[in-house]
């Protein structure tokens, strides 16, 4: 992707974040953009980074490993989030490697990421992910069961920032936002990581503190 398409991009999304968040009353500077790079390579982001892109998100720590060291060695100020499933496995790979974690959806994911920063003595900032939509085949922990995932992370030292969803893709996203920054609200927590690339504005109008959008950014996978 050219450097000037890359920029035309970058603002038009940011614009659209401005936009979104003046009609809520909020400040725009209020919302973090994650562009979520998974699945493209150092060229298809090097364009954004030239635009102004500091915050990129991957789904698999592996794929992370490969491609974003040589690139922060050459922009050490980027921050990397981690959007995609971890598995406990990885916890350690994980704590090195990104500055925010979004899918902390269990107890021995939990587990894992508290011994994992305690031994690195680095703590990524954690956002617990809610399958907000109660769908089998997704992610994230079941609403009626977030209270006690939270009590446990707290307990742990984990530094939860907030809650995470994905909503159903065939429904009205809005419900599901709503549903979310009621349950953060009714627990304290300021972080809301919601909306993507054909959500993100309504997102932004219900509460989102962190958007992640990758088509809107990178344009439509092959």
Same mark, same amino acid.
């Given at each position: 992707?050219?450097?000037?398409?890359?920029?035309?991009?970058?603002?038009?999304?940011?614009?659209?974040?401005?936009?979104?968040?003046?009609?809520?009353?909020?400040?725009?500077?209020?919302?973090?953009?994650?562009?979520?790079?998974?699945t493209?390579?150092?060229?298809?982001?090097?364009?954004?980074?030239a635009?102004?892109?500091?915050?990129?998100?991957?789904?698999? /720590? @592996?794929?992370?490993?490969?491609k974003? %060291?040589?690139l922060? #060695?050459?922009? +050490?100020?980027? $921050? *990397?989030?981690?959007?995609?499933?971890?598995?406990?496995?990885?916890?350690?790979?994980?704590?090195?490697?990104?500055?925010?974690?979004?899918?902390?959806?269990?107890?021995?994911?939990?587990?894992?990421?508290?011994?994992?920063?305690?031994?690195?003595?680095?703590?990524?900032?954690?956002?617990?992910?809610?399958?907000?939509?109660?769908?089998?085949?997704?992610?994230?922990?079941?609403?009626?069961?977030?209270?006690?995932?939270?009590?446990?992370?707290?307990?742990?030292d984990?530094? /939860? @920032?907030g809650?995470?969803?994905?909503? %159903?893709?065939?429904? #009205?996203?809005? +419900?599901?936002? $709503? *549903?979310?920054?009621?349950?953060?609200?009714?627990?304290?927590?300021?972080?809301?990581?919601?909306?993507?690339?054909?959500?993100?504005?309504?997102?932004?109008?219900?509460?989102?503190?962190h958007?992640?959008?990758?088509?809107?950014?990178?344009?439509?996978?092959?």
């Amino acid at each position: 992707m050219p450097i000037d398409e890359a920029s035309q991009r970058l603002a038009d999304v940011r614009a659209r974040i401005v936009r979104s968040a003046k009609i809520a009353g909020r400040k725009p500077d209020s919302i973090t953009l994650i562009a979520i790079s998974k699945t493209q390579d150092a060229e298809a982001i090097a364009p954004l980074i030239a635009a102004g892109q500091r915050v990129f998100g991957e789904n698999r /720590v @592996q794929e992370a490993e490969a491609k974003w %060291p040589k690139l922060r #060695e050459t922009t +050490p100020d980027i $921050a *990397l989030h981690l959007v995609g499933q971890l598995q406990s496995n990885k916890a350690e790979d994980a704590v090195a490697l990104f500055d925010a974690i979004h899918s902390v959806d269990r107890p021995s994911l939990v587990g894992a990421l508290a011994k994992a920063m305690d031994k690195a003595g680095r703590r990524p900032a954690c956002f617990l992910q809610v399958n907000i939509g109660d769908e089998e085949q997704k992610g994230g922990c079941p609403v009626l069961e977030l209270p006690a995932l939270l009590r446990e992370a707290q307990a742990a030292d984990l530094p /939860v @920032q907030g809650l995470m969803c994905v909503p %159903p893709l065939e429904l #009205e996203p809005a +419900p599901h936002f $709503a *549903l979310l920054a009621k349950i953060a609200r009714d627990h304290g927590l300021e972080g809301l990581s919601m909306g993507m690339s054909g959500d993100f504005e309504t997102a932004v109008t219900i509460g989102a503190t962190h958007a992640r959008v990758g088509t809107a950014l990178f344009g439509a996978r092959a």
